[in-house]
Structure formats: structure tokens, C-alpha cells
């Protein structure tokens, strides 16, 4: 399967009187692997919510190869696109096997039973996460990395179009975390990702978009994106960023204190 093409134009998204996405226009194309970063607040999961329709618009589209996201029956939506979210499905009594076969279910009927096709889809899931171990374990019990590691197989047993992920290295240890990005850059899916760890966005995003305050303030390739002057604007640290020799990505280190230029404050403008 081809990656989707999203486009998300110019949405504004509130809560109440409260503003928490404002007026943003971001693209990933085919295949693309585009990352979200910014500050704690900044409306990076807000964003991805508009995304894989928990929260809908204030004004402003969310289009899937051209479809308006939020107009498309829910089932021809979760057919192309895939979300793994925060904290989600901590209560689902079930062994991580059929956690992860639930990913199949767009793709079938009401009744239908799992085919050969689709335990070896699930089989195969579990295997790139490195989680076959864990198929007969009960899902509530699994440490927070092994459960995070189970629901991206679901999504990636989904056979998305689109893969939107909100901070998927959350809660993994650092092989894990490797593990997972390099499943998302070798995957043909779009990926709309978010990311706090700038070196890790830095090499495995295509593109990134910041956001502050609920506004996009840069976008476009990492070594573009991640300046000195920017992280100092939008974190309000000091740091400084090389070429890696080995990797040629931009490569970030934060140094104790704070910037000599003053940053503006963050946060989302009330409506
Ligand atoms: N339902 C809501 N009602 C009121 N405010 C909300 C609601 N959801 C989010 N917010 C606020 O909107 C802002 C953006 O939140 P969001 O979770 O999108 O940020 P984030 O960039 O994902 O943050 P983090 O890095 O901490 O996960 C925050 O100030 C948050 O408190």
C-alpha cells in the first residue's frame, strides 16, 4: 500500500473560550515521515486529534487524499489511517494477541473470523516490535513500553495509509525507541508523528513542524528547522547543533542555563 497524502488546512481547534490550535497548515506527502515538535502545550496532540477525528475543527479541513477526514464514513477512515495514541486502551481485558488483531477489523466485516492472512499480518506486527513473547500475556499487566510497543503493532496490523503516532517512544528504552522509528521510516505509510526528542526527529523525520503557543512557527527539513535561534525562541534553552559526522543529521546539545537572547513567553492564545 501507498502512503496517503494529508493536508491539514488551516485548522483552528478550541475547548470552550480556549484556543488550542490556531489557523495550521502542515502537509505530508506520500510516504513522507513528518514530525511535530514544540514545547509541553504547544497543541501538538490537539493537532493529531483534529487528525484522526477525536476533535473536530473549529474551522479549517483535515483532507486524506483529498477527502475531507471528518466527512468520510468512520470505517473508510480507519481503513486508511492508523492512530497510536497517549495512555490509550490501559483497560482492555484481553491477551495482547487479540489486542492486536483488533487492527484487522476495518479491514473485514462484522462477523467474519481472523483468516490465515490475518494472524500472519498479526504474527508479523507482534514480530517487528519485538513482542511474539508477549502474544498470550494478558494486555492490562504488560509494563508501559511492552504496551506501547503491542498498540503500534495494532496500528501497523491496521496496514494504515497514514500512521499518526503521539509520542510512540514514550515510556521505550532506547533500543526500543530506535526500533520503532526505524520501523516508521521503512514503512510506505505516510507518518504524522509527535516527537519531544529533537535528535531523534532530527534523524528520522523528513520534515518537522514546531509549534508554539498553538501556532506552527517553522517547518521543513530538520537541518532547516533546528537552529540555535529557534530552540531559544521557542524552549527558551541554549544549545548548540552540529552535522553528525556519521549520520549527516543536524545533532543538538543543550547546554545548562539559559539563552543570552530573551525568549517570548509560550502558550496557547485565548480565543
Ligand atoms: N479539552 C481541553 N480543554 C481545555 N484545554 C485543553 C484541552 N485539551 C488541551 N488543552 C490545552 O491545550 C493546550 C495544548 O495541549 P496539547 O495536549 O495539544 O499540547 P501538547 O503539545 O501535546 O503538549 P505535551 O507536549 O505536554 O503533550 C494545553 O495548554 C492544554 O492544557
Same mark, same amino acid.
Given at each position: 500500500?501507498?502512503?496517503?497524502?494529508?493536508?491539514?488546512?488551516?485548522? =483552528?481547534? =478550541?475547548?470552550?473560550?480556549?484556543?488550542?490550535?490556531?489557523?495550521?497548515?502542515?502537509?505530508?506527502?506520500?510516504?513522507?515521515?513528518?514530525?511535530?515538535?514544540?514545547?509541553?502545550?504547544?497543541?501538538?496532540?490537539?493537532?493529531?486529534?483534529?487528525?484522526?477525528? #477525536?476533535?473536530? %475543527?473549529?474551522?479549517?479541513?483535515?483532507? #486524506?487524499?483529498?477527502?475531507?477526514?471528518?466527512?468520510?464514513?468512520?470505517?473508510?477512515?480507519?481503513?486508511?489511517?492508523?492512530?497510536?495514541?497517549?495512555?490509550?486502551?490501559?483497560?482492555?481485558?484481553?491477551?495482547?494477541?487479540?489486542?492486536?488483531?483488533?487492527?484487522?477489523?476495518? /479491514?473485514?466485516? +462484522?462477523?467474519?473470523?481472523?483468516?490465515?492472512?490475518?494472524? &500472519?499480518?498479526?504474527?508479523?506486527?507482534?514480530?517487528?516490535? /519485538?513482542?511474539?513473547?508477549?502474544?498470550?500475556?494478558?494486555?492490562?499487566?504488560?509494563?508501559?513500553?511492552?504496551?506501547?510497543?503491542?498498540?503500534?503493532?495494532?496500528?501497523?496490523?491496521?496496514?494504515?495509509?497514514?500512521?499518526?503516532?503521539?509520542?510512540?517512544?514514550? &515510556?521505550?528504552?532506547?533500543? &526500543?525507541? +530506535?526500533?520503532?522509528?526505524?520501523?516508521?521510516?521503512?514503512?510506505?505509510?505516510?507518518?504524522?508523528?509527535?516527537? /519531544?526528542?529533537?535528535?531523534?526527529?532530527?534523524?528520522?523525520?523528513?520534515?518537522?513542524? #514546531? +509549534?508554539?503557543?498553538?501556532?506552527? #512557527?517553522?517547518?521543513?527539513?530538520?537541518?532547516?528547522?533546528?537552529?540555535?535561534?529557534?530552540?531559544?525562541?521557542?524552549?527558551?534553552?541554549?544549545?548548540?547543533?552540529?552535522? &553528525?559526522?556519521? =549520520?549527516?543529521? %543536524?545533532?543538538?546539545?543543550?547546554?545548562?542555563? =539559559?539563552?543570552?537572547?530573551? /525568549?517570548?513567553?509560550?502558550?496557547?492564545?485565548?480565543?
Amino acid at each position: 500500500m501507498t502512503g496517503s497524502e494529508l493536508s491539514v488546512e488551516g485548522v =483552528t481547534l =478550541t475547548a470552550g473560550a480556549q484556543r488550542l490550535v490556531e489557523d495550521v497548515f502542515l502537509t505530508a506527502g506520500a510516504g513522507e515521515v513528518v514530525g511535530l515538535v514544540g514545547p509541553n502545550g504547544s497543541g501538538k496532540s490537539s493537532l493529531l486529534r483534529a487528525v484522526y477525528r #477525536v476533535l473536530r %475543527p473549529e474551522s479549517g479541513a483535515v483532507r #486524506v487524499d483529498g477527502a475531507d477526514a471528518w466527512g468520510l464514513p468512520v470505517r473508510q477512515l480507519a481503513r486508511t489511517l492508523a492512530a497510536v495514541v497517549q495512555d490509550s486502551a490501559a483497560d482492555l481485558d484481553l491477551a495482547v494477541r487479540e489486542v492486536v488483531a483488533m487492527g484487522r477489523s476495518p /479491514h473485514k466485516r +462484522l462477523l467474519d473470523g481472523d483468516t490465515a492472512e490475518d494472524r &500472519h499480518i498479526v504474527e508479523s506486527a507482534l514480530d517487528s516490535v /519485538h513482542a511474539l513473547d508477549l502474544a498470550d500475556r494478558p494486555f492490562d499487566r504488560l509494563s508501559g513500553g511492552e504496551r506501547q510497543r503491542v498498540l503500534i503493532a495494532r496500528a501497523l496490523a491496521q496496514q494504515p495509509a497514514l500512521l499518526v503516532l503521539d509520542e510512540p517512544t514514550n &515510556h521505550l528504552d532506547i533500543r &526500543h525507541q +530506535l526500533d520503532v522509528l526505524g520501523i516508521l521510516r521503512s514503512l510506505s505509510a505516510t507518518v504524522l508523528v509527535a516527537l /519531544h526528542d529533537l535528535n531523534l526527529a532530527a534523524y528520522y523525520c523528513d520534515r518537522l513542524y #514546531v +509549534l508554539r503557543g498553538g501556532r506552527v #512557527v517553522s517547518s521543513g527539513p530538520p537541518a532547516e528547522v533546528l537552529t540555535r535561534e529557534l530552540l531559544a525562541e521557542v524552549y527558551g534553552v541554549d544549545a548548540e547543533i552540529a552535522v &553528525h559526522p556519521r =549520520t549527516g543529521a %543536524p545533532q543538538v546539545t543543550f547546554l545548562p542555563g =539559559t539563552p543570552a537572547r530573551p /525568549h517570548a513567553e509560550a502558550g496557547p492564545s485565548a480565543g
